[in-house]
């Protein structure tokens, strides 16, 4: 937009507070990558998982139903992300999460969703 | 997968508890919609703001730097999937969060994301 011809905020004060309040565009950018990693039902699933317990590929894909090549897969991309980390225990490389604030993320996202789901009032 | 044909699990309690900890498919599908919705830079930038206060599409579109068409259409798709809600202030429609746990939900993605950028070791 040309800056000379922006309407006028009609809450200026409203629009500052936000814009202070507002994260950067490098804090934004991971943001909605990690919200675009999670908007796969696979790979919710697998974090679901993952954020019980560290479990390998083979128990990923049971746990999903999915094969464990396309397990695999999905824990590249999300690894990629640092999402997940991954470590060798043996011949067996077992999956975790990358932080527990992806497991606070999760919990979030489902009291939200089960919220949704039983259109209860909001609390605040 | 034929069911016949699974391999066996390496940890099948692990499986067992994941299984049980896991959210329903009907959970799911709104966590997953939550995301997508989410996994647009203009769309969190949105949300961000309101989660700091309800606010007209005008100071939306002056907070995110689009037309005032493009943010109306951003506001449809979120309320559609039940992430704000409208009200009309005489001539002006206020948008706000539909549910303070999308606040908490943001809070935690920011953590996140504040954590990997700056790849503090995990809480956990």
Redesign the interface.
């Known amino acids: 937009?040309d800056k000379l011809r922006?309407?006028a905020?009609?809450?200026a004060q409203?629009?500052t507070?936000?814009?202070q309040?507002?994260?950067s565009d490098?804090?934004?950018?991971?943001?909605?990558a990690?919200?675009?990693a999670?908007?796969?039902?696979t790979r919710?699933?697998m974090l679901?998982?993952l954020t019980?317990?560290p479990?390998?590929v083979?128990?990923l894909a049971?746990?999903v139903?999915?094969?464990?090549s396309a397990t695999s897969h999905q824990l590249r991309l999300l690894r990629d992300r640092?999402l997940v980390k991954s470590q060798r225990a043996g011949n067996?490389i077992i999956y975790s999460i990358?932080?527990?604030?992806?497991?606070?993320?999760?919990?979030?996202?489902?009291?939200?969703?089960?919220?949704?789901?039983h259109r209860l009032p909001?609390?605040?």
């Open positions: 937009m922006l309407p905020p009609i809450d409203a629009v507070r936000a814009r309040a507002a994260p490098e804090l934004l950018a991971i943001v909605v990690t919200f675009e999670l908007a796969d039902p919710a699933r679901y998982g019980q317990q479990m390998c083979r128990d049971l746990l139903g999915v094969t464990e640092n067996v990358a932080s527990s604030h992806l497991a606070a993320l999760f919990r979030e996202a489902e009291y939200y969703a089960d919220h949704m789901l909001d609390h605040s």
